[in-house]
C-alpha cells in the first residue's frame, strides 16, 4: 500500500512536466515563432533547446517512407542562433505556413537558405 502511495505522488508531481512537454513535442511553426521572437529569456531557451533538439534528430539517419535513408547534414558552422535568425525570418515571409509543423518548416527554411541539406541512400542489410 506504501509503495502504491508513493507512486501515485510521484505521479501528481510529474504530471504537470509530463503534460508540458507533451504541449511542446509537436509545437507548430508559429508557436515556436512567438517563442523565439520573444524577449523573455525562458522563451528563448525553449527555442534555443527546440533547435538544438531538432539539429540532433535531423542528422539522425531514418528510413523514410519510400524505403531509402534519410540523413541531414548542416553547412559548416551552423549555431542554433543562426537557425533561429533563419527560420523567424522565413516564417515571417511564409505566414501561410504557421499552422505547420515546426520540425518540417525547420528543414524547409534551412534548405532554402543552403545552410541544411538532406542526403538519401539505400538501406544496408543487417
Not at 3 to 15: E, G, M, N, P, W
Not at 29 to 36: E, H, I, S, T, V
Request: aromatic share 12%.
Amino acid at each position: 500500500m506504501k509503495i502504491a502511495l508513493v507512486l501515485l505522488a510521484l505521479l501528481a508531481v510529474a504530471s504537470p512536466a509530463i503534460a508540458q512537454y507533451h504541449e511542446h513535442a509537436f509545437t507548430k511553426a508559429g508557436d515556436l515563432n512567438a517563442y523565439c521572437a520573444s524577449s523573455d529569456p525562458g522563451d528563448i531557451k525553449f527555442c534555443t533547446g527546440y533547435i538544438v533538439a531538432w539539429m540532433d534528430e535531423a542528422q539522425t539517419p531514418h528510413l523514410a517512407s519510400d524505403g531509402l535513408m534519410h540523413q541531414g547534414y548542416f553547412a559548416d558552422g551552423v549555431t542554433p542562433e543562426q537557425i533561429m535568425r533563419v527560420f523567424t525570418k522565413y516564417i515571417v515571409e511564409h505566414p501561410e505556413r504557421e499552422n505547420e509543423s515546426a520540425f518540417v518548416f525547420l528543414s524547409f527554411s534551412l534548405q532554402q537558405a543552403k545552410l541544411f541539406f538532406v542526403t538519401t541512400y539505400a538501406r544496408t542489410a543487417r
